[in-house]
């Protein structure tokens, strides 16, 4: 069997676990994986604010894969089937599951996290329900690019984008780029998208070539940064360091919707003096536990719309809907693939940020009878 990755150093660890134990189980064979931000900063910190790894714990989250067996009970799934994995198991008994917000339950099980072993590795075993039959149009590795797609699709909805309604995205990353291609497909327009890493942004003027790029300038504040955003929506070409009279009186064209996707405290400041008066913000991204220097009065004051979201709920069905039919094409975000032999070299390539990867994604091909 292929190494699994562990959560502290870089020791490989073996995960042997295939047999069926709980009532709606179904065994899996792992064919792509992707790594998040996420994985990155467990392996190299051991937490995410709450969320601490008290032990080892196989990483992944973001993963399709074949079904090998299905437990007692198990209709919906036989054998042969290609899935992609929703990670999240919630308890389905608290008030939150019960009222369809399952995202926010406090007892969630979710791959990857600990005590959860996730997704890098060969095997594993997921309850049915939380699985999602792919068609034949849609490869193992788009299936694995749903999860970050549903963060997306529910950071749309709960933003609430608007046809035909200025947009800036924040952050030129893997989220970044996928809510710059969901924007688009959802009809917003101009789109804007910022990053502090040019060759990002060359690349999300590649995918969707359609979109204003900014690079944000450290050295501005804030404020400067979000009103050089907001002149690309009148003046594409323009000098976007200068103002004029007629920036002066343009509110109405500033960017209705800001879809922040670094979770950087900075850049959420700039979102706040970026998007118009009576906007949204919604905060895709995952910052630091406390931010003191948010412009709390001139949010207040402008009466601007701070919202957030955790993870997800009921967006497998769109999202496999949006790459079946077309609408959106993620194959180029993965530009780098690694065989799970190979998985500890993927994440070092996935924490270093200067190398111009933007999905990394670990792949077996291992013989599926193996195990019979």
Known sequence: MAPAIISNGDSPEISATTGLKDRGEVLLHIK???????????????????????????????????????????????????VAIEPGVPCGDCFLCLDG???????????????????????????????????????????????????????????GLNLGCGTVICGAGPIGLIALAAARASGAHPIVITDIEPKRLQFAREFVPSCRPYQVDPSLSAEENGRRIRRLFRHADADISQDTVEDLHQEYYAPRTVLECTGVESSVCTAAFTVRRGGTICVIGVGKSIMNNLPFMHISLAEIELKFINRYRDTWPAGIACLSGGILDLKPLVTHVYPLEDAMDALHLAADPRNGSIKIQIVDEGNENAIE
Do not use: M
């Open 32 to 82: 792509a994986t992707g790594i998040c931000g996420s994985d990155v900063h467990f392996w190299k910190s051991g937490r995410i604010g709450s969320l601490v790894f008290e032990g080892d714990c196989i990483l992944g989250h973001e993963a399709a894969g074949v079904v090998l067996k299905c437990g007692e009970g198990v209709t919906s799934l036989v054998p042969g089937d290609r």
């Open 101 to 159: 917000k399952y995202n926010l339950c406090e007892d969630v099980k979710f791959s990857g996290v600990y005590p959860y072993a996730g997704t890098i590795q060969r095997y594993k075993i997921h309850p049915a329900k939380w699985l999602h039959k792919l068609p034949a149009n849609i490869s193992f590795a788009e299936g694995a690019l749903l999860e970050p797609l549903s963060v997306v699709l529910h950071g749309i909805r709960t933003a």
